[in-house]
C-alpha cells in the first residue's frame, strides 16, 4: 500500500532553514509528481510546490526564492529545503502523491500525516 511519512519538521527562528523529507513506499515513486502543501491554523490547504517526474520544479509565489524542492528517485524520498523562513510559513507541511507524471496535482491520491513547522521566536 501506499505509505508517505513526513518528517523534519520543528521549531525555528525567524529567518532560519529546515529541510523536510517525505519518505514514500507501495509505488514507482519516479513515475508520478510530488508536491508539498501545507495548512496553518485555522486556515485552508495552501499548495507550496510540485516536483513532475521529469524533474521541473514548481513553487508558489509566497515561498518563491526561499524553498527548493528536489527528489532522489534511488531513495523513494521528497525533500523541501526551506530558508529564510518568516512566521507566516507556520503550518502543518503535508506531501502529497500526485495522479499524474508531469501534472501539477496537488490534490494528489494519497497524503501523509504531514509534520509540523513552527516559526517564532
Known amino acids: 500500500q501506499v505509505q508517505l511519512v513526513e518528517s523534519g519538521g520543528g521549531l525555528v527562528q525567524p529567518g532560519g532553514s529546515l529541510r523536510l523529507s517525505c519518505a514514500a513506499s507501495?509505488?514507482?515513486?519516479?513515475?508520478?509528481?510530488m508536491s508539498w502543501v501545507r495548512q496553518a491554523p485555522g486556515k485552508g490547504v495552501e499548495w507550496v510546490s510540485t516536483?513532475?517526474?521529469?524533474?521541473?520544479?514548481y513553487y508558489a509565489d509566497s515561498v518563491k526564492g526561499r524553498f527548493t524542492i528536489s527528489r532522489d528517485n534511488a531513495k523513494n524520498t521528497l525533500y523541501l529545503q526551506m530558508n529564510s523562513l518568516k512566521p507566516e510559513d507556520t503550518a502543518v507541511y503535508i506531501c502529497?502523491?500526485?495522479?499524474?507524471?508531469?501534472?501539477?496535482?496537488?490534490?494528489?491520491?494519497?497524503r501523509g500525516q504531514g509534520t509540523q513547522v513552527t516559526v517564532s521566536s
Open positions: 507501495g509505488f514507482t515513486f519516479r513515475s508520478y509528481a
Open positions: 516536483n513532475s517526474g521529469d524533474g521541473t520544479t
Open positions: 502529497v502523491k500526485g495522479r499524474y507524471r508531469t501534472v501539477v496535482d496537488a490534490t494528489g491520491d494519497y
